[in-house]
């Protein structure tokens, strides 16, 4: 009697201690770059510049496209959801490294960090879908000019568009409800610049063996499958403009392709080297790095590289701009 008291005594205290150590974690810490203090103040002031140029530069093109009427086809209308999209992932990721380099390290609650890892994976899943999908636009475009208007008709567009979106949203359910699903014992302290799933996983105390098989297996089906279809159409591309007559007709179609492949170049490697990365094949730092690329130089260099190297984006910006002059003279 005395040792079946002690032992269930014993096997109370061990679960008491378990539950109590599970519901300790109440929030995290994300230490962004801690270790390197004496940088915390250069780059405050130069991710801060970098974050209203994003959001400036993505917010003209999606102004821009809205006001030009002649811009309302399917390659202007997909750059303004990519423009949506890379302004969200900026806003999202962005502002928490600013708030943890002007305080070394950030508490965020594990509602906080569930929100931001269900938006980086609802808008970074849409735009693997929609460069895809700029992809298909391009090949039709450039492949079958003739039948063009049929096969990217408003329907077609449609149809894609919303794919990409709900294609991100229900990625994200799903991996953002298993990730939390998972009991967070202590420690709390997320070596990362924010909530992204491979770092907040590393803090679970239970076997994850089952959703890492379906983190990478859902991460190839979203960034290596549409990135192949990519190349595979712009194969097809290369070949059709080689066989132009006009050396003006390929200069056009060369330059209308190369900034999309440059945008699918950013962003599919970055993105592959933050979710395809081993657990521990690379340094906490490395992982900062490739996941800055991946959240910070896309979203900047996408407007520049559409409104620079886009003779179309240029001399409708200089229309509104003149009628806005206009409108001030008179």
């Not at 096997?11 to 201690?17: G, L, N």
């Not at 530069?57 to 809205?66: D, E, F, Q, T, Y």
């Not at 159409?233 to 392709?257: D, N, W």
Request: hydrophobic share 50%; aromatic share 12%.
């Amino acid at each position: 009697m005395f040792y079946n008291y002690v032992l269930e005594n014993n096997i109370c205290s061990t679960v008491d201690m378990k539950m109590q150590n599970q519901s300790s974690v109440v929030e995290f810490i994300l230490l962004g770059f801690s270790n390197f203090p004496e940088l915390q103040e250069r780059l405050f002031g130069a991710f801060l510049v970098v974050y209203l140029v994003t959001l400036l530069g993505n917010a003209i093109i999606i102004v821009v496209i809205s006001l030009e009427q002649s811009l309302h086809v399917p390659l202007y209308l997909f750059l303004q959801n990519l423009s949506v999209v890379d302004m969200g992932i900026s806003a999202v990721i962005m502002p928490v490294i600013l708030v943890i380099l002007s305080t070394e390290k950030m508490r965020i609650s594990i509602l906080g960090c569930l929100v931001q890892m269900y938006l980086i994976l609802t808008l970074g899943v849409t735009e693997c879908f929609l460069l895809g999908a700029m992809a298909f636009d391009r090949f039709a475009a450039i492949c079958h000019p003739l039948s063009y208007p049929m096969i990217m008709n408003k329907m077609v567009f449609m149809k894609l568009v919303t794919f990409s979106w709900v294609s991100g949203i229900t990625v994200a359910t799903v991996q953002t409800t298993w990730v939390f699903s998972f009991p967070f014992c202590g420690p709390n302290e997320i070596n990362h610049i924010s909530c992204e799933t491979p770092a907040v996983l590393e803090l679970a105390c239970a076997d994850t063996f089952l959703f890492e098989i379906y983190a990478f297996t859902g991460t190839i089906l979203t960034i290596i499958v549409p990135f192949s279809l990519i190349l595979l159409s712009y194969v097809r591309i290369l070949f059709a403009i080689l066989k132009m007559p006009s050396t003006t007709g390929r200069q056009k179609a060369f330059s209308t392709c190369a900034s999309h492949l440059t945008s699918v170049t950013l962003f599919y490697g970055t993105a592959s080297m933050t979710y395809l990365q081993p657990k521990s094949g690379y340094s906490p730092e490395t992982k900062k790095l490739t996941s800055l690329a991946y959240s910070l130089l896309t979203p900047l260099l996408n407007p520049l590289i559409y409104s620079l190297r886009n003779s179309e984006m240029k001399r409708a910006l200089m229309k509104i701009w003149q009628r806005k002059l206009d409108l001030h003279i008179f």
